[in-house]
C-alpha cells in the first residue's frame, strides 16, 4: 500500500515569509509524528498527534512553529517568519498505534535564504 | 540530493561479509527500539523494531541484539550486499512519551 507522502519535496523561502508543509500519513494510522533533521545529524522530534490533538508539543522550537490535524489525517506543519535556521529536511511518520513502529515519509528540504 | 552524516562514523565492509553496527542509547527507561536505514536523499526506512523484554530479534537478513545492563544495542547484517550501503540509525522511545529519540548514526560502506 500507499507509504506516507510528504509535500512539496523541496521548499525554497525567503527570511520571513511563512511555509507550510504537508503530511499525508498510512490510512488507518492514528499516530502522526513530525521531526526535523539537520545535515549530518539524526532526526529530533517536533510534535506528535494521537487523533486530532496535539499529544506532545514539546519539540517545537518556538513558538514560529505550529502543526493541526484538523480531520485526523493529513497534518500541516506551518512556521512562521522563517529564519535561516530554520532551514532542514522536515521528516514526518505514522504508527498504526502508539505502541508501533513509526514509518517515514521522504521528507521535505526546507531552504530559508 | 543532499547527503546525510557527512561526518559520521563509517564502517566499511566486503560485500558478502557481515557487518555488526553498534549503539548506545541514553535512556535507562526506554523501553522500545528501532533500527533505521537512510539513503541519501530519503527517509528513514524501518529495519527491524525490538521491545525491552526481548534480548534478541531475527529478521531477514538481521538481527538486532539489546543489552540492558549496558544499554547497547546491535544490528547484525548477514552477507552485506551493496544495497545496504547507507546511514542507520538506532532509536529509543521511553516509557514516558512516544517521540523516538535517535542516535548519531553510522555509515555503512559496501565495497564490491
Known amino acids: 500500500g500507499a507509504g506516507v507522502s510528504q509535500t512539496p519535496s523541496n521548499k525554497v523561502t525567503e527570511k520571513g515569509k511563512y511555509v507550510e508543509l504537508r503530511c499525508d500519513p498510512i490510512?488507518?494510522?492514528?499516530?502522526l509524528y513530525w521531526y526535523r533533521q539537520s545535515l549530518g545529524q539524526g532526526p529530533e522530534f517536533l510534535i506528535y498527534?494521537?487523533?486530532?490533538?496535539?499529544?506532545?508539543d514539546s519539540g517545537l522550537p518556538n513558538d514560529r512553529f505550529f502543526a493541526v490535524r484538523p480531520e485526523g489525517s493529513v497534518s500541516t506543519l506551518k512556521i512562521q517568519r522563517t529564519e535561516r535556521g530554520d532551514s532542514a529536511v522536515y521528516l514526518c511518520?505514522?504508527?498504526?498505534?502508539?505502541?508501533?513502529?513509526?514509518?517515514f515519509g521522504p521528507g521535505t528540504r526546507l531552504l530559508v535564504l | 540530493g543532499e547527503s546525510v552524516g557527512l561526518h559520521l562514523p563509517t564502517l566499511s565492509v566486503q560485500e558478502g561479509d557481515n557487518s555488526i553496527i553498534n549503539c548506545a542509547y541514553s535512556?535507562?527507561?526506554?523501553?522500545?527500539f528501532i533500527w533505521y536505514k537512510q539513503e541519501s536523499g530519503k527517509g528513514p526506512q524501518f529495519i527491524i523494531d525490538?521491545?525491552?523484554?526481548?534480548d534478541k530479534r531475527q529478521g531477514q537478513r538481521v538481527t538486532v541484539l539489546l543489552n540492558k545492563t549496558v544499554k547497547h544495542l546491535s544490528l547484525q547484517i548477514a552477507a552485506t550486499q551493496p544495497g545496504d550501503s547507507a546511514v542507520y540509525f538506532c532509536?529509543?522511545?521511553?516509557?514516558?512519551?512516544?517521540?523516538?529519540?535517535f542516535g548519531g548514526g553510522t555509515r555503512l560502506m559496501v565495497k564490491p
Open positions: 498527534f494521537q487523533g486530532t490533538g496535539a499529544a506532545d
Open positions: 535512556n535507562s527507561a526506554s523501553d522500545y
Open positions: 532509536a529509543e522511545n521511553a516509557n514516558a512519551g512516544n517521540m523516538l529519540t
Open positions: 525490538i521491545r525491552s523484554n526481548m
Open positions: 511518520a505514522s504508527s498504526l498505534t502508539l505502541a508501533g513502529p513509526q514509518y
Open positions: 490510512s488507518g494510522h492514528t499516530a
